[in-house]
């Protein structure tokens, strides 16, 4: 029988990976997209020493509208994240529309303001763009598929490759908000909540990090920087320890989760910790960093309620989980797919 | 009663307009986005004298595989043909995919082997992207959106503002044939033709004429590129004269039209002047350069069938039509959906 796409091909676990590796890599395969870094990050000839950076995402939340953010702000800080988190700024966004025949232009006009409030939020303005419309029933409302271009000053280096035993890992605020924040409107699953999508541009407190903590002697220290989206926090562990050849080892207890989001987890059989976050990035970093990097951190908005959460440790590439009763879990890929159409 | 979002706003044509002046640009609205070239062109700070080109298309062709291509081909040639047209030669390219539940994997990588190939064709590598997943009936097999990175070499200036009267304008070759092929393998619309679509890559041949034409006295001769896809050599026409202010005059005899688009166009009560072409171009010179870039034309495999089809004269800004029985006819923008999802 022919193998038929699931929806688990689009959790950002397991079968996505399997996706990636059987059907798109070994086709479209060249170094740079094998990195399967959140942007590609190349020298441009005549560009001097810098290097440009190209992401895209398609985002096809449902519903578009959610507590905290909508699809447009959503498509804007994504992308602008994906930026922020390769250590790049933001120079131009695209954004490319599918919509479907029926959908309110009152519902569209409201995307688009808010893709343009996110914007200008970021410091960066969609530039190109283009709209295409299917027949009502071939698509949901809308969907909005961005790419960003951004620009990474000469010397700065960031990657899993850079992670090494002895880093420390840390997460910038708690995680889980923008995944139960969608859930609580989705059709057929509503529930009241107070949690609020975390969703918002992360650049201008990228950017000052890093340019702050490579003047003297903080170049460096900053190993490696991802955006748990998709798949949560859980999934950029594991693929951050796959990546780096060495083990990564977390304190639960340490993990910041705002009560509502354990509760509604918990009624919902969901792991806060594979939750989607729109607003929140993981950082690793040197050791003798980390207290630079909270006290850096402690002045931004987007990162004030950073902390550590775990150690690398020599190993074999996989993440454990030091239970608050002292057990160890290993942590890996969900198999199938947690939360369809999270983003 | 709240305004829907109707097929024809996504046609290319007046309702598509209407769409981009009263939705987007209000909000996103910027000196770039508001030229609404095929490819935003701009200075990037430290890049030197040349300009970053930067595209999006979305792509929701139905049916996905046609004669002479699939979604996959047209979404690298969509993208590739936009730098092409604003003569930037294409540096990196993004995909983001939408899939539907249940799509065939087979038919997945069919499209993603078509999109490798084209981009061999086109020099360029697909260097990051995403796949989203959505459920059973809430999209129609796949969409495909690119986005594409390029470089305009320094002193490379090309567009409406510079197209003036007495200026010659061009076709690349027969018009019509993409979308009588995919027409003809349209569910429930099925008829037998050999027309193929012309899908491919053009930048090869346009930045080898650009080239040769910037070598000496040849500079500045070509004022304007642009591919005429959905909407077809018309609303090209239409966009380029409204946007020179000059009047442009079309010699209905001269324009290239295969019989067979051409009788199955009557069939379907077509025009084939507003029907997708998805490798061919139009390109308006100066009079005295016109023996030069048919000259230059003549040796590229994608050009040789170029003609001069009209001229610019002084005007208000809108096409004329001579027809071959003597009339003058005004061409304008479609009201509604010529063919809804050609590309």
Not at 69 to 80: H, M, P, Q, R, S
Not at 89 to 94: D, E, W
Not at 262 to 278: K, T
Not at 326 to 341: A, F, I, M, Q, S
Request: with cysteine; net charge negative.
């Amino acid at each position: 029988m022919a193998k038929l796409v699931r929806l688990a091909h689009g959790g950002g676990g397991q079968l996505t990976g399997d996706l990636i590796r059987d059907v798109f890599l070994p086709h479209l395969g060249n170094p740079l997209l094998a990195r399967l870094d959140d942007a590609a990050c190349f020298p441009l000839e005549g560009g001097g020493d810098g290097r440009l950076a190209f992401t895209t995402d398609a985002f096809v939340v449902s519903p578009p509208f959610f507590p905290g953010g909508d699809i447009g702000k959503l498509a804007v800080c994504g992308t602008v994240n994906d930026l922020g988190v390769s250590g790049a700024a933001p120079v131009a966004l695209s954004a490319s529309f599918i919509l479907e025949e029926g959908l309110a232009l009152d519902e569209l006009e409201a995307a688009v303001v808010s893709m343009a409030a996110a914007a200008r939020e970021a410091g960066v303005s969609v530039v190109t763009g283009d709209t295409k419309v299917v027949e009502r029933g071939k698509a949901d409302r809308l969907f909005i598929t961005t790419a960003g271009v951004g620009w990474v000053p000469a010397g700065r280096d960031l990657g899993v490759r850079r992670v090494r035993p002895g880093d420390a890992v840390l997460v910038s605020g708690p995680v889980g908000d923008h995944g139960i924040a969608v859930l609580s409107r989705r059709p057929g699953m509503e529930f009241v909540t107070t949690v609020k999508s975390d969703c918002r541009p992360l650049n201008g407190c990228l950017l000052r990090l890093l340019d702050r903590m490579e003047e003297g002697s903080g170049r460096g220290v900053i190993r490696f920087l991802r955006d748990p989206t998709r798949g949560g926090l859980a999934t950029v562990l594991v693929e951050a320890a796959a990546g780096a050849g060495a083990d990564i080892v977390i304190d639960e207890a340490a993990v910041p989760v705002r009560s509502e989001v354990r509760g509604a987890a918990e009624l919902l059989g969901l792991d806060p910790l594979y939750l989607a976050n729109e607003g929140k990035f993981v950082l690793v970093c040197a050791r003798e960093g980390v207290e630079e990097v909270l006290a850096c951190l402690r002045n931004e908005p987007d990162g004030r309620e950073a902390v550590v959460i775990g150690a690398v440790r020599e190993g074999r590439g996989r993440v454990y989980l030091q239970t608050t009763f002292g057990g160890k879990k290993l942590l890996d890929l969900l198999p199938g797919e947690e939360v369809p159409r999270i983003c």
